[in-house]
């Protein structure tokens, strides 16, 4: 079990929950994974927020916001707390990625129909930037 463990955390970072998860999947007994996962905690090969960090950093590279960010990490087993010492919406960082993103998508904002701003409202919101932000960025 703790060379399955080793392999899976030598591809990538994983959570906590996320390694369990995986070994469960595998039938290893939950008392032992349970253990194990105790075992790397001390040793340092397991750390949610270090994750928690690393996510953060690759997700908003790519062009996504903090409401989606927060949302995949609760999926992937990371505390509230440790999500809040992360992803902050109201970093002024998160305004600059949307304009980067919404460049890149669309280009430069030539008309102002309804049509128009709904639909990168509405890419916006889908990649995870909180709908004031949008507002704001759309309207100013």
Known sequence: ??????????VREHSKAELARKLESRDFPSDEISALLKQFETAGYLDDQRYAELYLEMRARKGFGPCKIRQELL????????????????????????????LQKFGVLTERTQKELGRRARFLEY????TYLIGDFLFS
């Open 1 to 10: 079990m703790e060379q399955a463990a080793i392999r899976l955390l030598a």
């Open 75 to 102: 999926e992937r087993g990371i505390a509230s707390d440790i999500i809040n010492d992360w992803v902050d919406d109201r970093d002024p960082r998160w305004r600059e990625q949307m304009s980067e993103v919404a």
């Open 127 to 130: 990649r995870g930037f909180p």
